[in-house]
């Protein structure tokens, strides 16, 4: 069993930045495809970003792409999230995610686990 834990969410105004964090119980993330998704009020759960298990692929959602980067530390068996130009409408919990695999993905499904989310609010 692999226990995410994100932090680093809060309360930030339009066009200011925060860095999301994801850390692991054990060194599964060395080997494993990470991936951010967050939902906001009254939506469905939706991609954010994933990084392969190496580091040397990632994908972004459209709505992300160009401000956000996401990143790993296999040596600390953690993912980042680094947010600039945040929006209200980045206002989410974001998620953090583990597959069982190496290879980026962008659906719920191919993540087997998951965090307890953190709460990203941008004020206008």
């Known amino acids: 069993q692999v226990q995410l834990v994100e932090s680093g969410g809060g309360l930030v105004q339009a066009g200011g930045s925060l860095r999301l964090s994801c850390a692991a119980s054990?060194?599964?993330?060395?080997?494993?495809?990470m991936g951010w998704f967050r939902q906001a009020p009254g939506k469905e759960r939706e991609f954010v970003a994933t990084?392969?298990?190496?580091?040397?692929?990632?994908v972004y959602s459209d709505s992300v792409k160009g401000r956000f980067t996401i990143s790993r530390d296999n040596a600390k068996n953690s993912a980042y999230l680094q947010m600039n130009s945040l929006k209200p409408e980045d206002t989410a919990v974001y998620y953090c995610?583990?597959?069982?695999?190496?290879?980026?993905?962008?659906?719920?499904?191919?993540?087997?686990?998951w965090g307890q989310g953190t709460q990203v609010t941008v004020s206008s």
């Open positions: 054990r060194p599964t993330l060395s080997t494993a495809a």
């Open positions: 995610a583990c597959a069982a695999g190496p290879a980026i993905r962008t659906r719920e499904a191919q993540y087997g686990y």
């Open positions: 990084i392969s298990g190496s580091g040397s692929s990632t």
